[in-house]
T-cell receptor
Framework: AQSVTQLDSQVPVFEEAPVELRCNYS??????LFWYVQYPNQGLQLLLKYLSGSTLVKGINGFEAEFNKSQTSFHLRKPSVHISDTAEYFCAVSKDTGGFKTIFGAGTRLFVKA | DGGITQSPKYLFRKEGQNVTLSCEQN?????MYWYRQDPGQGLRLIYYSQIVNDFQKGDIAEGYSVSREKKESFPLTVTSAQKNPTAFYLC????????????FGSGTRLTVV
């Protein structure tokens, strides 16, 4: 079975500073990896996904993530954050076959300070 | 624009009542899902449906029921058997298996009064 661990429940950072949100997964089969963002009282929005190919994936709003198979990680990064990036971020994993169920991490709350 | 519509946005339930949360999509997606979100616990899967007239239990199905009579619609009923129903409920859909990612609705916040 797959599982997802987001290593930080909260990440405070100053505006224009870089940020990394960490995600580790475990799975005995090949997986697809996703990052979603949730603004207060809203649904989740897909930021980016890794299916195959290049291990560096670029998403919306200037975010990118790097797939590291040996470390089973999929960390999310942004070189310079804005106040508007304050939100909760979820890492998720899905099997590459028969994968109708996606497993979500517990979330990381990013708080950008002025 | 295509998307998922959840209604109502806020819902209040008295003890012992059943309530139904609506979820409609116009994306022509085959699969639909219901998740429950509680603070600090991420998303937990309640039910999912891969095709019309078929659905499977997720990890926390007890006290909930669903139907999938139309491709566009996947309503969730929170029954009186659900002992702690106060939560944020999210509906999602996907084109097929896990490669495509999910499109989420804006959620329904259910409160027991």
């Amino acid at each position: 079975a797959q599982s997802v661990t987001q290593l930080d429940s909260q990440v405070p950072v100053f505006e224009e500073a870089p940020v990394e949100l960490r995600c580790n997964y475990s799975s005995s089969v090949s997986v697809y990896l996703f990052w979603y963002v949730q603004y207060p009282n809203q649904g989740l929005q897909l930021l980016l996904k890794y299916l195959s190919g290049s291990t560096l994936v670029k998403g919306i709003n200037g975010f990118e993530a790097e797939f590291n198979k040996s470390q089973t990680s999929f960390h999310l990064r942004k070189p310079s954050v804005h106040i508007s990036d304050t939100a909760e971020y979820f890492c998720a994993v899905s099997k590459d076959t028969g994968g109708f169920k996606t497993i979500f991490g517990a979330g990381t709350r990013l708080f950008v300070k002025a | 624009d295509g998307g998922i519509t959840q209604s109502p946005k806020y819902l209040f339930r008295k003890e012992g009542q059943n309530v139904t949360l609506s979820c409609e999509q116009n994306l022509n997606h085959d699969a639909m899902y219901w998740y429950r979100q509680d603070p600090g616990q991420g998303l937990r899967l309640i039910y999912y449906s891969q095709i019309v007239n078929d659905f499977q239990k997720g990890d926390i199905a007890e006290g909930y029921s669903v139907s999938r009579e139309k491709k566009e619609s996947f309503p969730l009923t929170v029954t009186s058997a659900q002992k702690n129903p106060t939560a944020f409920y999210l509906c999602a859909s996907s084109r097929g298996e896990g490669t495509w990612g999910y499109t989420f609705g804006s959620g329904t916040r259910l409160t027991v009064v």
